[in-house]
């Protein structure tokens, strides 16, 4: 039933040394294939097409980025600065998420070790970072169901944060998937998440698979549906959390953060230590990622805006850390 968004497979790879299998997601939900990813470049245009996304399966990508440049250096014939050079292609395929940073981090002292030390603690990152998903999981829906007293939560959550954004289990997505494991029968308004719907390609998905009921909802309903007072809570998850509290999510975060506060509903954002940045001070440090026009002007394989319209597309926005009602972690659940 779970899904492994990314993962190294032994038994895959051209020469018998492994390669990384990621779940292809540009495909889903129609499809479901896999990518086997033996170069670094292979691996950074996988990132860059949304195949393997979601911060903390960026992680991963990065901690086994780090093995395959290894293997393509000892393939090719690099010397030491060009495997460098590999590895910090991936570390910046993609900027805001900071756990793609700190996988590499996490294993790149390990290189002078060999590669089969830097890949037990590549897979390492995975496995503590299903550990910590289900953690933070617990602790939130603990806390979530202690303070919201109904007989059927209804959540309103936006992007993909389950197991397809994660390793294996999910971070916000993960909080709902315990309640509902606690018998607590959450509802979800998933919000498709403009402009390359991870909610409604993804979470809705993965909802239905896990038999959680849901409701896809258009993006601009979020307002609507919290007057109407068919909203319970907002919970989201998280691509960098900087050292004062402010948070880079999904593009349309910081709208729902705003909208949450006028309507007085709590709003969460859950997410592993390994997300939370002490390096980076408040949201006006955090990198946000301007991403391909195309991805704005165009649906679904057709053209809808007049060609040469300009086009802005910022992939992530920084909620304020006032805004939050709490952070949920596997450390336990904070306030600002
Ligand atoms: O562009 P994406 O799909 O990588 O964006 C993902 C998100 O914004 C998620 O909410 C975030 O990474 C948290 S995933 C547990």
Avoid at 134 to 157: H, Y
Avoid at 181 to 189: D, F, I, K, L
Avoid at 234 to 257: E, P, W
């Amino acid at each position: 039933m779970t899904l492994i968004a990314i993962a190294w497979d032994d038994d895959a790879g051209r020469d018998g040394r492994g390669a990384v299998r990621l779940l292809d997601q540009t495909l889903l939900p129609g499809t479901t294939a896999y990518r086997e990813i033996v170069t670094t470049d292979e691996l950074v245009v996988a990132i860059a097409e949304l195949a393997v996304r979601g911060a903390p399966a960026l992680g991963v990508a990065g901690a086994l980025g780090v093995v395959l440049a290894m293997d393509e250096g000892a393939r090719e014939g690099w010397d030491d600065a060009r495997v460098q050079a590999a590895v910090d292609r991936v570390r910046h395929a993609r900027p805001t998420a900071v756990n793609l940073a700190w996988g590499v981090d996490q294993v790149r002292p390990l290189m002078g070790r060999g590669r089969d030390a830097v890949l037990v603690a590549a897979r390492r990152v995975a496995t503590e970072d299903e550990a910590a998903n289900r953690e933070l999981s617990r602790l939130g829906a603990d806390w979530l169901l202690a303070r919201i007293d109904r007989p059927r939560l209804r959540v309103l959550t936006h992007c993909n944060t389950g197991s397809l954004a994660c390793v294996g289990y999910g971070t916000a997505l993960g909080v709902i998937r315990a309640a509902h494991e606690a018998g607590r029968r959450p509802s979800v308004w998933v919000g498709e998440t403009r402009p390359v719907l991870q909610g409604a390609r993804l979470t809705a998905w993965e909802l239905q698979r896990l038999g959680i009921p849901c409701t896809l909802v258009a993006d601009s309903m979020a307002a609507a549906l919290m007057a109407a007072g068919e909203v319970d809570a907002v919970i989201v998850g998280a691509d960098r959390i900087a050292a004062n509290g402010d948070v880079a999510n999904k593009i349309g975060t910081y709208g729902l953060a705003v909208l949450a506060r006028h309507h007085g509903l709590p709003f969460y954002v859950a997410a592993p230590r390994s997300t939370f940045d002490r390096d980076t001070p408040d949201g006006s440090a955090i990198p946000v990622e301007r991403r391909d026009a195309e991805e704005v002007a165009v649906v679904g394989g057709r053209r809808l805006a007049p060609e040469g319209v300009a086009v802005e597309n910022r992939a992530f926005d920084v909620t304020p850390a006032g805004l939050v009602t709490a952070y949920v972690s596997e450390d336990g659940v904070t306030r600002p």
